[in-house]
Nanobody, 122 residues
Framework: QVQLVESGGGLVQAGGSLRLSCAASARTFSGYGLGWFRQAPGKERDFVSV????????YYADSVKGRFTISRDVAESTLYLQMNTLKSEDTAVYFC???????????????WGQGTQVTVSS
């Protein structure tokens, strides 16, 4: 059984930084990509970034490239998202997810966390 639990959300001023964590429980995520998505009020869930559990290859949405950094600690089974130079438009609920690497980036994600709220005040 796979569980993903996000933490680290909160309120931050524009220009500030925040680091999200996602504690993942599974026997192994080999062959999977772990990603971050976000959903703003009244909008669809959008892709943010993904990393391969093995090898650490990364992929970013254009909107966060150069500001956000995804990483993972395999030994701790934890996924991270370092968010710098935050903007008001980054305000959203952020979700972590795991998807099988049938393509790059993964075409779908099978497991989802419950989300953590990030609010950026201008």
């Amino acid at each position: 059984q796979v569980q993903l639990v996000e933490s680290g959300g909160g309120l931050v001023q524009a220009g500030g930084s925040l680091r999200l964590s996602c504690a993942a429980s599974a026997r192994t995520f080999s062959g999977y990509g772990l990603g971050w998505f976000r959903q703003a009020p009244g909008k669809e869930r959008d892709f943010v970034s993904v990393i391969t559990w093995t090898g650490g290859y990364t992929y970013y949405a254009d909107s966060v490239k150069g500001r956000f950094t995804i990483s993972r600690d395999v030994a701790e089974s934890t996924l991270y998202l370092q968010m710098n130079t935050l903007k008001s438009e980054d305000t959203a609920v952020y979700f972590c997810a795991a998807g099988f690497l049938d393509a790059w980036p993964p075409r779908s994600y099978d497991y989802w966390g419950q989300g953590t709220q990030v609010t950026v005040s201008s």
